[in-house]
Structure formats: C-alpha cells, structure tokens
C-alpha cells in the first residue's frame, strides 16, 4: 500500500501488542492486587510492574531518538544535494522536528516547503506533513 500522511504512523505488532499489551495487563492486575490487599508481596509487584513498563517506554523512545537522529543526518545530506546554494547556509536553523516532517516531501517539493518552515509558516511535523503534496513513502522506520 501506498504510504501517505493518513496511514504513515507505524503499529510494530511485536513490540506494541506483544510488550506493551501484556505490560499493560501485568499494571493493571498489580495495581488491582495492592487494592484488594496491601501486602509486601503486592507492593513489589506493582513496583516491577511499574518498572516493566517505563522501561518497555524508554527502550521505545530510545529507538525513536536514534531515528530521528538518523533523519536528521539523511535529510541534511539530502538538502545539500537539492537546494539551492543561497538557501545552504538556513539548513543548520531547521529543527529535527523540521527535519522529520520535510523527509516525506519529493525532492523537487523540499525548495518551496524549506522557505514556508523557516518563516514559521509550517512550525510542527504534523503541519510540515500535511503540506506535502508528492509524499515519499518511509518504509523502514522503527
């Protein structure tokens, strides 16, 4: 399928439904547990519980900052090879947040969209997203 701004967002079934879901169940049940009896035994396991899932999230999180890290390099590359050289020197003040959302634009749509992003025009990702017309598909996203 085609990918566009509506359907973009990426599900990963292992980690959302076969970490998160069980995790999230696991916080639930502790929680129940220290509610129907306050034991040392249920206390410890809503603490794991707790534990379990801040660290599934901050694995989750991790993955996503090296991405964009990675986006940020890819898209400066890229800018360098299809702007113009008077618009080279306002690469270094687009955001990674610009730099995400500017990664679905075509390349022959990146120097009209560059300029509106640096005005302030389009400030977040989701508006920078939203304005692109030739959307480039991003397939191997974590």
């Known amino acids: 399928m085609a990918q566009d701004y509506k359907n973009h967002t990426r599900l990963v079934p292992m980690f959302h439904g076969g970490v998160l879901v069980p995790l999230l169940a696991n916080l639930v049940w502790a929680g129940y547990r220290v509610t129907v009896g306050l034991t040392t035994d249920s206390v410890m396991g809503l603490v794991m519980a707790v534990t379990l899932m801040l660290l599934a999230l901050s694995v989750r999180r991790m993955a996503l900052t090296v991405q964009d890290r990675l986006i940020r390099l890819e ?67 974590a």
């Open 75 to 141: 898209m400066r590359l890229r800018l360098r090879e299809v702007l113009p050289g008077t618009m080279q020197a306002d690469v270094p003040r687009l955001t990674v947040d610009h730099l995400v959302g500017l990664r679905f634009a075509s390349d022959a749509e990146l120097p009209a969209l560059v300029p509106e992003v640096l005005a302030g025009t389009l400030s977040s990702r989701k508006a920078i997203k939203m304005k692109i017309r030739d959307w480039q598909g991003d397939y191997l996203r």
